[in-house]
């Protein structure tokens, strides 16, 4: 009877398992799958002499932001080196997969597995070697080629892979629990603080209209006298010029309160289906178009109106939202610049991470770009928030006008987003076709 010493294999065994428990020390060694991967497979390929490693999730374990890509299929997420390409898909249905379920471990000639053309012989001129696959219990697998090695893995030396997979795989297991509860984390702190934009916006609502009727009695005197006084002075009095801050100051509060009443209104208006290309086309022959363009000549403006699609809305709210949006841009300015107006007919396939989530759908996109300074990516978020600016104080509006252009697109069943950078920034206002 042969000791355990005697047996030709003892050398092997002990070899590998000091191999394993080496291996071993690489699992674990971060929450991010794709960095764990990378530690793990890297000690694999110069341990073991191979020369792929790639790991494989089924669908149901894939984070994606759409169910669209979802089928029922094993889908490469990382390899070692990178010659499988991420997205690689191994069906389901396959013979190896359904093998694999059962077994949990399977070894194979390369030149006996044409299920992996395309993906395991990348890494073999020849064809030669053997292809290795491990099972991680329900959510996926690992594949393994070594081109040098011509013969499979003895049954030892899997149940002993299998034993290291198994760890691995908890460690797999925890990266994508990790994952999942920070997208969820994520996902949730966003929808707390779209409550909280939206109760802000509210409180405001109630404030505005609690209050605008009385201010307006106490502005219209304050608008209407200083005209008056004026009639019954000498052109060359002092005081005309004290009677007309007074007016264009109150001129100026009495904005303030339209912008909040704007606010209060939100979701109150009669809308209709209108002609977005039409409605721009009126606002760019309106006089306080006009008048901004005046003032500040050194801007140059351009447009170009590529959609004859329709939206749900009014003329005043496409009036108001580009008004605002122009305004906000001309602004950013100190000295030349450009500011461009596009209106494009935009088709998406699947939902869009901007400022808001914009779902899959057929748009009107107007779209407001200058090539001023961007805007401090600390500010993003706050953007659309009333009475929120990063302007010098007295210097322009009160923080409200990206405010009502939020209320007005909400209240057109549209979506907001803002892309920044060194080179300018970009306001996109997404109206769905009528």
């Known amino acids: 009877m042969k000791t355990y010493s005697e047996n030709p294999n003892t050398e092997k065994v002990l070899?590998?398992?000091?191999?394993?428990?080496?291996?071993?020390?690489?699992?674990?060694?971060?929450?991010?799958?794709?960095?764990?991967?990378?530690?793990?497979?890297?000690?694999l390929i110069s341990r073991r002499n191979l020369n792929l490693c790639a790991i494989y999730l089924h669908n149901d374990h894939i984070i994606y932001e759409t169910e669209d890509e979802q089928d029922n299929s094993f889908r490469c997420i990382y390899s070692t080196p990178e010659v499988c390409p991420k997205s690689a898909v191994l069906p389901l249905t396959s013979q190896l997969a359904n093998e694999l379920s059962e077994t949990g471990m399977i070894s194979r000639l390369l030149s006996d597995t044409p299920e992996l053309d395309g993906i395991a012989r990348g890494v073999s001129d020849n064809g030669k070697?053997?292809?290795?696959?491990?099972?991680?219990?329900?959510?996926?697998?690992?594949?393994?080629?070594?081109?040098?090695?011509?013969?499979?893995?003895?049954?030892?030396?899997?149940?002993?892979?299998?034993?290291?997979?198994?760890?691995?795989?908890?460690?797999?297991?925890?990266?994508?629990?990790?994952?999942?509860?920070l997208n969820e984390s994520t996902r949730r702190l966003a929808l707390q603080e779209r409550l909280a934009r939206t109760e802000r916006l509210e409180s405001l609502g109630l404030l505005a209209g609690g209050v605008a009727h009385d201010l307006n009695n106490i502005l219209g005197p304050l608008v209407a006298y200083p005209e008056m006084m004026r009639e019954d002075l000498p052109v060359n009095s002092p005081i005309r010029?004290?009677?007309?801050?007074?007016e264009e100051s109150a001129i100026?509060?009495?904005?303030i309160i339209k912008d909040l009443l704007t606010l209060a209104r939100y979701g109150k208006s009669d809308l209709?289906?209108?002609?977005?290309?039409?409605?721009?086309?009126?606002?760019?022959?309106?006089?306080?178009?006009?008048?901004?363009?005046?003032?500040?000549?050194?801007?140059?403006?351009?447009?170009?109106?590529?959609?004859?699609?329709?939206?749900?809305?009014?003329?005043?709210?496409?009036?108001?939202?580009?008004?605002?949006?122009?305004?906000?841009?001309?602004?950013?300015?100190?000295?030349?610049?450009?500011?461009?107006?596009i209106l494009q007919q935009v088709h998406l396939t699947e939902s869009q991470q901007g400022y808001d989530l914009i779902p899959a759908g057929s748009y009107q996109?107007?779209?407001?770009?200058?090539?001023?300074g961007g805007i401090a990516e600390a500010a993003l978020p706050r953007i659309f928030e009333p009475f929120y600016s990063t302007k010098e104080l007295g210097r322009s509006g009160t923080g409200l006008g990206l405010a009502v252009v939020?209320?007005?697109?909400?209240?057109?069943?549209?979506?907001?987003?803002?892309?920044?950078?060194?080179?300018?920034?970009?306001?996109?206002v997404f109206l769905p076709n009528a």
């Open 15 to 43: 070899d590998h398992l000091a191999t394993l428990y080496e291996l071993s020390l690489a699992i674990g060694t971060s929450f991010d799958l794709e960095s764990n991967c990378k530690t793990f497979f890297k000690a």
């Open 129 to 181: 070697g053997i292809v290795s696959l491990f099972s991680l219990d329900d959510f996926g697998f690992v594949m393994l080629v070594n081109q040098v090695r011509q013969k499979i893995y003895e049954d030892w030396e899997l149940n002993m892979m299998r034993r290291l997979m198994e760890k691995f795989s908890n460690s797999v297991q925890a990266c994508l629990d990790h994952s999942r509860l």
């Open 365 to 372: 996109v107007l779209r407001v770009s200058d090539n001023a």
């Open 272 to 341: 209709q289906i209108i002609s977005i290309a039409e409605a721009t086309e009126r606002f760019l022959q309106a006089p306080a178009f006009l008048n901004l363009c005046a003032r500040q000549p050194q801007i140059r403006f351009q447009q170009r109106l590529e959609s004859a699609g329709k939206a749900m809305g009014t003329d005043s709210h496409i009036m108001r939202i580009l008004l605002n949006l122009i305004t906000n841009a001309f602004e950013a300015f100190e000295e030349q610049g450009a500011v461009n107006l």
């Open 241 to 246: 010029s004290d009677l007309m801050r007074i």
């Open 252 to 255: 100026q509060a009495s904005r």
């Open 406 to 428: 939020y209320g007005l697109v909400k209240e057109m069943g549209g979506y907001c987003d803002v892309e920044t950078s060194s080179e300018g920034t970009s306001f996109s």
